[in-house]
């Protein structure tokens, strides 16, 4: 079992397609106070969706969303998914052919929003010289 507030494992990222399912996992990552990731059947493939503002504030600073949002659009110009939406504290990208590869995605944005998050947790922000 994770540590709560802690990135999962491939394995470990729910299958949110049913809506109950998706109620029940953005709830507990409220509860865990962590970043929501799951993955849910659309269509004919597979789409991930991650949520920083289920885990409580400090949110993740522009800087990092930039780095997320340059992964993603990788991820659509190499073909792997053929739309990605990226808002100041939400990712989601499909469809995406496999199960396993939409794990796979899921937890490495979910490890990376995770750890961008505690950096900017552990190093303050710099302060402008008076």
Same mark, same amino acid.
């Given at each position: 079992?994770?540590?709560?507030?802690?990135?999962?494992?491939?394995?470990?990222?729910?299958?949110?397609?049913?809506?109950?399912?998706?109620?029940?996992? !953005?709830?507990?990552?409220?509860?865990?106070?962590?970043?929501?990731?799951?993955?849910?059947?659309?269509?004919?493939?597979?789409?991930?969706?991650?949520?920083?503002?289920?885990?409580?504030?400090? !949110?993740?600073?522009?800087?990092?969303?930039?780095?997320?949002?340059?992964?993603?659009?990788?991820?659509?110009?190499?073909?792997?998914? +053929?739309?990605?939406?990226?808002?100041?504290? !939400?990712?989601?990208?499909?469809?995406?052919?496999?199960?396993?590869?939409?794990?796979?995605?899921?937890?490495?944005?979910?490890? +990376?929003?995770?750890?961008?998050?505690?950096?900017?947790?552990?190093?303050?922000?710099?302060?402008?010289?008076?």
């Amino acid at each position: 079992m994770p540590t709560p507030g802690t990135p999962l494992q491939a394995a470990l990222i729910p299958d949110c397609t049913e809506l109950e399912a998706h109620r029940a996992a !953005y709830k507990k990552a409220k509860t865990d106070d962590a970043i929501f990731v799951c993955i849910a059947r659309h269509g004919q493939g597979w789409k991930v969706e991650l949520d920083a503002m289920a885990s409580r504030k400090p !949110y993740l600073p522009d800087q990092a969303m930039t780095v997320l949002q340059s992964a993603a659009e990788a991820l659509v110009l190499d073909g792997t998914v +053929a739309q990605a939406n990226i808002g100041s504290e !939400y990712i989601s990208m499909w469809p995406i052919d496999t199960e396993e590869r939409a794990r796979e995605i899921a937890a490495a944005f979910h490890a +990376a929003m995770h750890g961008l998050k505690q950096l900017h947790i552990a190093v303050p922000r710099s302060r402008e010289k008076s």
